[in-house]
């Protein structure tokens, strides 16, 4: 009679009639006996497009973008205003748009001006650079945005952008908070 320990290293299983058992015949390959029986499984995967093969119809064309769904956030405005757009609009067409439905949703800070030439579109609030106004917003690669009113400038009458703005401040002599940290030491 084999041990434990011999039993456990490399003997099969056996029943006492000298056969593998039924667990152990499934796990070394061998038939176990009613398991040839079974009945074939059904296909999971369906051939959607067997009867079309053979028609000679084109080939089925990807759905034309139609609207956009653009989130524009207005400076001081607690959440954005949701604006629908057609994909081939430009960044006038959303500044537009954007001003229109933040009047019409009657939201608060109200604005000083709804006039488009106001206003200057970024794609964050963190961004210096303004958008080109005539670049579609299909070619821009965002859908959220940001828009703040212009500041113009006393000097030349003009419009300063806000990269102007932050090159300015830059420049600024003695820091106050500079003068502070003198104050700690």
């Known amino acids: 009679m084999p041990s434990p320990k011999s039993h456990r290293k490399g003997g099969h299983e056996k029943n006492k009639k000298g056969r593998l058992s039924e667990k152990a015949s499934s796990f070394h390959g061998r038939d176990a006996g009613g398991m040839t029986d079974m009945l074939p499984r059904p296909r999971t995967v369906p051939d959607l497009l067997a009867g079309r093969r053979g028609g000679g119809s084109p080939a089925p064309t990807p759905a034309k973008l139609t609207k956009l769904l653009v989130n524009v956030t207005i400076q001081r405005s607690p959440g954005p205003v949701h604006v629908l757009m057609a994909p081939e609009a430009t960044v006038q067409d959303l500044i537009a ?89």
């Open 97 to 185: 748009a954007a001003l229109r439905q933040y009047v019409s949703e009657a939201r608060r800070p109200v604005l000083s001006s709804t006039a488009c030439s106001a206003f200057d579109l970024h794609y964050s609030q963190f961004s210096l650079e303004s958008l080109d106004r005539e670049v579609k917003i299909v070619d821009l690669g965002s859908r959220n945005f940001f828009l703040c009113p212009r500041q113009i400038a006393a000097e030349g009458g003009g419009a300063s952008s806000c990269s102007k703005e932050a090159e300015e401040s830059n420049t600024k002599k003695g820091l106050p908070w500079l003068k502070f940290m003198d104050f700690l030491l």
